[in-house]
């Protein structure tokens, strides 16, 4: 008679060695019976990191932010029926942004469903076309079958890399006995040998009709989120003496080293129509995403140039604003290294000028937002990180952030921009973060309340949450609902939470400020307590 919760622990220990072999590293365990022989293959496994998180949701932002912070995969493992669907708002997020995932669910066996067994939904394909791959394994049986349990982690581990960077999902079905007779020894190390990755080159035809078309006229590199090679894009601007403006998540207005064209305060002087038509480009190299900033998105719509090219190495198309541009499927390393060798030194030192010009003739007195986001970048050293949530943070973050020397890394969840996860994601990647600096999350009091639970997952992570409350949705008073019935009922959703009460309910320090004289010296106070802290700033009215 055959020990089925053996069975059951070593599938899932050959699906775990070939994962971490791939190059899996961090793994994040939401507690149930049905996943028992992953979560036992998963915390035996020496040469994999994990963490518990009680709530699912919760639990795969952690995972999305732990892959953020590292660049590589992170796995999510839980038991069956609603247990896995709580993944769905992380996954689609993952999905839009790129962020790699491997889901693992427990399920029932095959006898078990479509019966009204307990806790038993139809996992196949659970997450639909939100996921590069999807696999169903059948129940653990007797046999030689770890080659191929291996194998197809490290296929999972690929298709949650490449070519479309994102979420995988594999469905395990498990008998009981879930657990075996005998508590087996701890897995043993593999071999690490992660998947290859191909480059993308550019051709040479591509890299030739570029580099001729530089010449014709000035223009400008745009840069938005997910750019991936910071360091290739400064130089190439450098070269072609172009205006490099750069989106708050980019990575560059913040790169560790000045770059005498990089443009970040465009969204305060691209507003005036006379300054945008001065500033009309004949062309437009762009990388990432369309940027965060509504006024650069008019500027181009009101440009709208002949020679647009966007760079996305996913191959997703990237026109949200229907400018007819054209796609480049390349990496931006490659691309900007090739042009670069190949492209003529361009001396136009009155087109940049230009926009030098205004970036520096817009340094005058700041206004609240724009003196709060200063005094918390001020205080920021190298190799720091800073999230922001959506809404109203990023929007401030975009206008006011400036640019410097430091290396300070921004990140956002801007696939799919919504206010959920936020905390969560934040709390993973100041866990998994390896710089030297320091953590901090800039957040709305909406975005915060959404995600409060995730306090209780931060561990002994020391970090900062700066909460802005404008007693809930602030960014609606500037958007026509402003003038519908229901206004505050439906959409500005003034809260009555008081924000004090996280100190005592998850051993978090918290501070309140009603005046900005008291950031600089509540931040002080923060870094020198260590831990999670959260420092709450109650806005002006007009400060939306």
Not at 143 to 163: H, I, T, Y
Not at 308 to 330: A, C
Request: proline share 8%; glycine share 10%; with cysteine.
């Amino acid at each position: 008679m055959s020990d089925q919760g053996l069975l059951n622990y070593r599938w899932a220990v050959a699906l775990f060695e070939g994962l971490v072999g791939a190059g899996l590293k961090g793994a994040v365990i939401s507690p149930g019976s049905r996943s028992t022989p992953l979560t036992l293959a998963a915390t035996l496994q020496p040469q994999l990191e994990w963490q518990v998180v009680l709530d699912e949701r919760s639990a795969a932002f952690t995972a999305l932010g732990m892959a953020r912070a590292t660049g590589g995969p992170v796995a999510l493992v839980a038991t069956s029926g609603s247990a896995p669907g709580n993944w769905l708002p992380a996954v689609m997020e993952a999905n839009a942004s790129g962020v790699p995932l491997i889901l693992l669910s427990a399920d029932r066996p095959w006898e078990l469903q479509q019966c009204g067994s307990n806790q038993t939904t139809d996992q196949i394909k659970l997450f639909g076309d939100q996921v590069r791959a999807f696999h169903q394994l059948s129940e653990a049986t007797q046999g030689e079958w770890a080659p191929r349990l291996r194998a197809q982690g490290r296929q999972l581990v690929l298709a949650s890399r490449w070519p479309d960077p994102g979420p995988v999902h594999i469905n395990i079905p498990f008998r009981e006995p879930l657990v075996p007779e005998a508590v087996p020894d701890p897995g043993k190390k593999v071999e690490i040998r992660p998947v290859e990755l191909p480059r993308l080159q550019p051709s040479d035809e591509l890299v030739q009709r570029l580099a001729c078309r530089f010449p014709m006229g000035p223009g400008i590199l745009v840069c938005g989120n997910g750019l991936e090679a910071p360091e290739p894009v400064m130089k190439l601007a450098e070269k072609l003496g172009a205006p490099l403006l750069a989106d708050p998540l980019s990575g560059l207005r913040f790169p560790g080293e000045a770059s005498p064209n990089l443009i970040a305060t465009y969204t305060r002087f691209l507003e005036d129509e006379t300054t945008r038509d001065a500033l009309r480009p004949d062309w437009i190299l762009q990388f990432g995403a369309m940027p965060v900033s509504a006024v650069l998105q008019r500027a181009l719509e009101h440009w709208k140039v002949e020679t647009h090219w966007v760079v996305e190495r996913r191959g997703r198309w990237t026109d949200p604003l229907g400018l007819g541009v054209e796609m480049l499927p390349v990496q931006t390393a490659p691309l900007c290294t090739a042009l670069l060798e190949s492209t003529v030194t361009r001396e136009e030192p009155a087109w940049l000028y230009r926009w030098r010009h205004q970036e520096s003739a817009d340094a005058g007195a700041m206004p609240f937002q724009g003196a709060l986001l200063q005094a918390l970048l001020g205080s920021l050293p190298d190799q720091s990180l800073l999230f922001c949530g959506n809404s109203l943070a990023i929007r401030w973050l975009d206008a006011w952030s400036g640019s410097g020397e430091r290396q300070i890394a921004i990140h956002g969840n801007r696939g799919l921009s919504g206010i959920d996860g936020n905390l969560s994601t934040f709390l993973g990647m100041a866990g998994s973060w390896q710089g030297s600096g320091r953590k901090v999350a800039l957040l709305g009091d909406l975005t915060f309340q959404h995600d409060l639970g995730a306090l209780a997952n931060a561990g002994e992570t020391d970090a900062l949450i700066v909460v802005l409350n404008n007693g809930g949705g602030g960014i609606f008073d500037l958007l026509p609902q402003k003038r519908l019935p229901h206004y505050e009922t439906c959409w500005r959703t003034p809260q009555r939470m008081d924000l004090f009460h996280v100190e005592g309910l998850f051993d978090v320090g918290f501070q309140r400020l009603e005046a900005l004289e008291e950031f600089p010296e509540a931040l002080q106070r923060a870094w020198r307590h260590g831990g999670v802290q959260v420092v709450e700033v109650i806005l002006p009215d007009m400060q939306v």
